[in-house]
T-cell receptor, first 115, second 110 residues
Framework: KAGVTQTPRYLIKTRGQQVTLSCSPI?????VSWYQQTPGQGLQFLFE???????NKGNFPGRFSGRQFSNSRSEMNVSTLELGDSALYLC??????????????FGEGSRLTVL | SQQGEEDPQALSIQEGENATMNCSYK?????LQWYRQNSGRGLVHLIL?????REKHSGRLRVTLDTSKKSSSLLITASRAADTASYFC??????????FGGGTRVLVKP
């Protein structure tokens, strides 16, 4: 069974640009969550999607957005990039809705560098 | 701010020794999970303990939960070089997101 796949793994952008990251969950998993990891702030929750609906959202500005497709694949977008957006963006999928009830399966992450 | 806070932030031990790290949290939880992250990689789930459980074992891992003190501990027995990683606790509460602590960096020296 394939794990969670995130693309791209590495990318470099400049300030003001926008970026789209993709996440394919484990087959059969309908819940996808996104996290931002930085040395200073640690792991910060961005949002969670289940059946194409955003169920939960973290405290991030509106520049951060996401969506989920009917096949459960998810994308997140960051517009008007800032230097502080440089981070490892992690996607996690879970079998049941509401990640609090079960374990999360993480992808390897997309490392974004903003210059 | 983070719900869970790990202590210590960093730990260095010799291979074969035990490693203990603690997690404290602030609000009521449904469960508490521990994850491991190797440098720059994704997180791997280690163990989940529910709020009505006090202790749980999985291989060389032992987790305790004290809901009265709002704290948990993770013990890794007979550590190996491959246990070198960062360890995170994550707390889940009904209707809320799973919230991760700042992590404990563990270095196991051969």
């Amino acid at each position: 069974k394939a794990g969670v796949t995130q693309t791209p793994r590495y990318l470099i952008k400049t300030r003001g640009q926008q970026v789209t990251l993709s996440c394919s969950p484990i087959s059969g998993h309908r819940s996808v969550s996104w996290y931002q990891q930085t040395p200073g702030q640690g792991l910060q929750f961005l949002f969670e999607y289940f059946s194409e609906t955003q169920r939960n959202k973290g405290n991030f500005p509106g520049r951060f957005s996401g969506r989920q497709f009917s096949n459960s694949r998810s994308e997140m977008n960051v517009s008007t990039l800032e230097l502080g957006d440089s981070a490892l963006y992690l996607c996690a999928s879970s079998l049941v809705p509401g990640q609090v009830t079960g374990e999360l399966f993480f992808g390897e992450g997309s490392r974004l560098t903003v210059l | 701010s983070q719900q869970g806070e790990e202590d210590p932030q960093a730990l260095s031990i010799q291979e074969g020794e035990n490693a203990t790290m603690n997690c404290s949290y602030k609000t009521s939880i449904n469960n508490l999970q521990w994850y491991r992250q190797n440098s720059g990689r994704g997180l791997v789930h280690l163990i989940l303990i529910r709020s009505n459980e006090r202790e749980k074992h999985s291989g060389r891992l032992r987790v305790t939960l004290d809901t009265s003190k709002k704290s948990s501990s993770l013990l890794i027995t007979a550590s190996r070089a491959a246990d070198t990683a960062s360890y995170f606790c994550a707390t889940g509460a009904a209707g809320n997101k799973l919230t991760f602590g700042g992590g404990t960096r563990v270095l196991v020296k051969p």
